[in-house]
């Protein structure tokens, strides 16, 4: 018999709508666990209630604390899969810095839910039930921290929400899932040619995420360059291009030392060093910024929070953020 530690944290899928108010909000206890011994026979499922909060109050250092709190009882117990419920505005965040810390094998699924408890087609139970039965998996070792919604599996580094309300919403641009969950079985069509995993004890830097828009300048860059940070990520305009009015501050950050990872605002393509004017992507590349390879800007954040807990030699530090 299959052994699940599903881990609870919070969100809509632990949440109830007021119906009086039609409010949204955690409750005292988490829904799930009252109809969890009727999802799935043949599992034996243990409950970790961890956290329940919104996933806007979500922070890196929690995430680490989970990644802890999983490692900690795969030690101490015989596991066969670990199940985090999660928000879903967050969870993409979630997931994927997990797969950066989390050195087990062993499948590790995130779900959630976009309608809450009580509400008319909730889709929370659904989607436990898919993750546990990807959690059984055997196929779903190694293939790093998986993200199970609305029947599909796809992998933590490509998933992103694309609706605000849709129970659709996670999907992964240019690769799509990796897997489907049917009612009998779990299908795994392709997978990821490689994973990046790093050995780091905490998160103790700070990095902000910036969006380049037309027209802007360097006010942000300078403003940014007085406060205690140690990197920035910039979304920037296509294939990895700022405004030239940026160029100052660029080299303000960098002359300070600051980190900097370039990805696009596109949520299609990678960012490259093909443009020659100012404030094109070989001029910037040239400054030492970080050029992605592919990832959006809520996880190029955490990949280089992440990386900076390694190294703090930039030429250490672009090799192991593009590894």
Request: proline share 4%.
């Amino acid at each position: 018999m299959s052994k699940i530690l599903i881990i609870h944290t919070g969100g809509t899928i632990a949440m109830e709508e007021n119906k009086e108010s039609g409010a949204v909000a955690p409750g005292k206890e988490n829904p799930l666990n009252a109809t969890l011994e009727n999802l799935l026979s043949g599992v034996d499922v243990m409950i970790d209630d961890f956290l329940n909060i919104p996933s806007p109050h979500m922070t890196p250092d929690i995430m680490f604390k989970i990644a802890e709190r999983i490692e900690t009882r795969i030690r101490q117990e015989h596991i066969s899969g670990v199940v985090i419920s999660h928000g879903t505005d967050t969870l993409e965040e979630t997931a994927y810095l997990l797969d950066l810390v989390l050195q087990t094998d062993l499948p590790v699924v995130v779900t959630g839910a976009m309608r809450s408890s009580n509400e008319l087609g909730s889709d929370g139970p659904y989607n436990l039930i898919s993750s546990i039965k990807v959690a059984c998996c055997d196929e779903a070792k190694g293939k790093g921290v998986l993200v199970v919604l609305n029947d599909e599996i796809h992998t933590a580094k490509n998933v992103t929400k694309t609706h605000t309300s849709n129970v659709s919403t996670f999907q992964s641009p240019q690769y799509g899932p990796i897997g489907i969950v049917t009612k009998h079985r779990v299908f795994f069509h392709h997978t990821l040619t490689n994973r990046d995993r790093y050995h780091i004890s905490g998160l103790s830097k700070n990095v902000m995420l910036l969006k380049a828009y037309a027209g802007m300048d360097s006010q942000l860059l300078f403003a940014a360059g007085n406060l205690e940070i140690d990197g920035i990520v910039i979304e920037a305009l296509g294939q990895g291009n700022l405004p030239p009015e940026m160029m100052e501050g660029i080299k303000h950050l960098r002359k300070k030392g600051i980190a900097i990872v370039m990805v696009s605002r596109c949520f299609n393509g990678i960012v490259q060093d093909v443009y020659g004017y100012k404030g094109g992507g070989k001029m910037l590349k040239d400054h030492g910024i970080i050029f992605s390879n592919g990832l959006n800007g809520q996880k190029a954040r955490l990949k280089l929070l992440v990386t900076l807990e390694a190294t703090e030699n930039p030429d250490d530090l672009h090799k192991l953020f593009l590894r």
